[in-house]
């Protein structure tokens, strides 16, 4: 007997489309285009697997996974989605779904987590329950490279254990966003709590984590709880831990082995139930070679790993960051968001970003205070003078292929940067410009307005 595989999409193309690849694998394929109806399909009949879209005309497709997995518990779902949120893969995964894809559907690479459900299918009833998301939160985690897919994936699988939990990656990549992120889907009634290791001097930083009895040491003249303490029922994150002292490696190691620890000064034996989140940007497996870090804490600490990708391994998501990141600012500063222009967006897209989304931030923060028109130009960026990994838009590669390291542009960030280089070596002279161009100069004058270019 075929598998029965439904389709829950409103778009007839992409719904026939993928009907007709699944029913040349052998597949029995119905399609549904709206909640209502893939709803009353799954209640009438059992189906092996279902593809679900997450715009739907009478609701989104996350409300419908609930209903869905209540007919049938065990039912693999995957959510399909063209918005590029990747806290919505979270809040889908966190309610059931089992996988996750954006649109444009990679197929292939589709057939191939179907046909893994399914093989997993039978072992679903010894799976943990399926857990309802938690309420929202402000949307932190941006892009669609498969990079980010994969760590918002990590991040709702992990969420509701309690096993400790490594961030690795670079400076700036947004470590402490996902270990807040993994404390709020948890489901832990208590407080998120952060502690920067590297920030607080070794004599200070015993007494942080756990706290000090009165009079333990010169200036203790009251008992004090620590992070373990305040973080009870809720998360502690330890950022930076690779920079931990070699004594206080081993005093978080056994608060993690045994959970349990002492005051400083103190002899009570308190028991914690802190759900430890660390972060860093070196391998403490390479420090713990190199005799710098214990093996085995290294080990404790990444029960489970997240790996956050460097902003130049994913560039693609370089547009989307802007736009989140532009409406944040704004609020916090109070002022009306502004535009940018294609020449600034296609100079972003090309530096190298050695300090990752918070050098992003800090720039475009700096443009926006200096911006006095409402729109973000090239020259306010000030990267020009800065080195760049990818090409001028002319170069190419090996027998005329683009270099893999080029970014490719639209047509729009081509076209600005060409007439700005005109404008640059006329000197601004609109006539020359506009003869070595072959346009007329109003023509001109529309290009210099909507590209926001500088005139020399």
């Given at each position: 007997?075929?598998?029965?595989?439904?389709?829950?999409?409103?778009?007839?193309?992409?719904?026939?489309?993928?009907?007709?690849?699944?029913?040349?694998?052998?597949?029995?394929?119905?399609?549904?285009?709206?909640?209502?109806?893939?709803?009353?399909?799954?209640?009438?009949?059992?189906?092996?697997?279902?593809?679900?879209?997450?715009?739907?005309?009478?609701?989104?497709?996350?409300?419908?996974?609930?209903?869905?997995?209540?007919?049938?518990?065990?039912?693999?779902?995957?959510?399909?989605t063209g918005r590029h949120d990747l806290e919505l893969a979270i809040?889908?995964?966190?309610?059931?779904?089992?996988?996750?894809?954006?649109?444009?559907?990679?197929?292939?690479?589709?057939?191939?987590?179907?046909?893994?459900?399914?093989?997993?299918?039978?072992?679903?009833?010894?799976?943990?329950?399926?857990?309802?998301?938690?309420?929202?939160?402000?949307?932190?985690?941006?892009?669609?490279?498969?990079?980010?897919?994969?760590?918002?994936?990590?991040?709702?699988?992990?969420?509701?254990?309690?096993?400790?939990?490594?961030?690795?990656?670079?400076?700036?990549?947004?470590?402490?966003?996902?270990?807040?992120?993994?404390?709020?889907?948890?489901?832990?009634?208590?407080?998120?709590?952060?502690?920067?290791?590297?920030?607080?001097?070794?004599?200070?930083?015993?007494?942080?984590?756990?706290?000090?009895?009165?009079?333990?040491?010169?200036?203790?003249?009251?008992?004090?709880?620590?992070?373990?303490?305040?973080?009870?029922?809720?998360?502690?994150?330890?950022?930076?831990?690779?920079?931990?002292?070699?004594?206080?490696?081993?005093?978080?190691?056994?608060?993690?082995?045994?959970?349990?620890?002492?005051?400083?000064?103190?002899?009570?034996?308190?028991?914690?139930?802190?759900?430890?989140?660390?972060?860093?940007?070196?391998?403490?497996?390479?420090?713990?070679?190199?005799?710098?870090?214990?093996?085995?804490?290294?080990?404790?600490?990444?029960?489970?790993?997240?790996?956050?990708?460097?902003?130049?391994?994913?560039?693609?998501?370089?547009?989307?960051?802007?736009?989140?990141?532009?409406?944040?600012?704004?609020?916090?500063?109070?002022?009306?968001?502004?535009?940018?222009?294609?020449?600034?967006?296609?100079?972003?897209?090309?530096?190298?970003?050695?300090?990752?989304?918070?050098?992003?931030?800090?720039?475009?923060?700096?443009?926006?205070?200096?911006?006095?028109?409402?729109?973000?130009?090239?020259?306010?960026?000030?990267?020009?003078?800065?080195?760049?990994?990818?090409?001028?838009?002319?170069?190419?590669?090996?027998?005329?292929?683009?270099?893999?390291?080029?970014?490719?542009?639209?047509?729009?960030?081509?076209?600005?940067?060409?007439?700005?280089?005109?404008?640059?070596?006329?000197?601004?002279?609109?006539?020359?410009?506009?003869?070595?161009?072959?346009?007329?100069?109003?023509?001109?004058?529309?290009?210099?307005?909507?590209?926001?270019?500088?005139?020399?």
């Amino acid at each position: 007997m075929p598998r029965q595989l439904l389709i829950i999409e409103d778009d007839p193309a992409l719904g026939q489309m993928l009907a007709m690849h699944f029913e040349d694998a052998g597949f029995a394929v119905e399609v549904a285009q709206s909640c209502r109806s893939g709803l009353e399909r799954v209640q009438a009949a059992p189906v092996d697997l279902v593809l679900l879209d997450q715009q739907l005309p009478d609701g989104q497709g996350s409300d419908l996974i609930a209903p869905l997995l209540k007919a049938d518990p065990h039912l693999p779902l995957i959510m399909m989605t063209g918005r590029h949120d990747l806290e919505l893969a979270i809040e889908a995964i966190q309610r059931g779904a089992a996988d996750f894809v954006h649109k444009p559907i990679k197929v292939a690479e589709l057939q191939q987590t179907v046909e893994r459900l399914l093989r997993q299918r039978k072992a679903a009833e010894q799976a943990p329950a399926r857990l309802e998301a938690g309420p929202g939160a402000a949307r932190d985690l941006i892009g669609r490279s498969d990079a980010m897919l994969a760590v918002s994936k990590s991040i709702a699988l992990s969420a509701r254990s309690s096993a400790t939990v490594l961030i690795s990656g670079e400076s700036g990549t947004g470590k402490e966003v996902v270990a807040r992120l993994i404390h709020q889907h948890s489901g832990r009634a208590g407080p998120f709590v952060a502690v920067n290791c590297a920030a607080i001097v070794e004599t200070l930083l015993e007494s942080e984590l756990f706290g000090h009895e009165k009079g333990s040491f010169t200036g203790a003249q009251s008992r004090k709880l620590g992070k373990f303490e305040q973080a009870s029922a809720g998360t502690l994150f330890l950022d930076e831990i690779g920079e931990l002292a070699p004594t206080l490696q081993a005093k978080l190691l056994r608060a993690l082995q045994e959970r349990v620890f002492q005051r400083v000064g103190g002899t009570e034996t308190i028991a914690t139930d802190a759900r430890v989140v660390a972060a860093t940007n070196r391998d403490l497996m390479a420090e713990a070679a190199a005799g710098r870090f214990r093996e085995d804490l290294a080990y404790r600490l990444k029960v489970i790993q997240i790996q956050m990708p460097p902003l130049r391994e994913r560039r693609d998501d370089i547009p989307l960051l802007v736009e989140g990141l532009l409406t944040r600012i704004a609020e916090r500063l109070g002022q009306a968001r502004p535009r940018i222009a294609e020449t600034a967006l296609a100079q972003l897209c090309r530096h190298d970003w050695p300090g990752n989304v918070r050098e992003l931030e800090n720039r475009l923060t700096q443009a926006m205070v200096q911006a006095r028109t409402g729109l973000i130009t090239a020259d306010l960026l000030a990267l020009d003078a800065e080195p760049t990994t990818a090409p001028g838009p002319f170069e190419t590669g090996v027998q005329g292929k683009p270099p893999e390291s080029q970014v490719l542009r639209t047509l729009d960030a081509v076209e600005a940067e060409h007439v700005q280089r005109v404008l640059d070596h006329t000197g601004g002279h609109k006539g020359k410009t506009c003869e070595i161009l072959g346009i007329s100069r109003p023509a001109l004058d529309r290009k210099i307005e909507k590209y926001g270019l500088r005139m020399p």
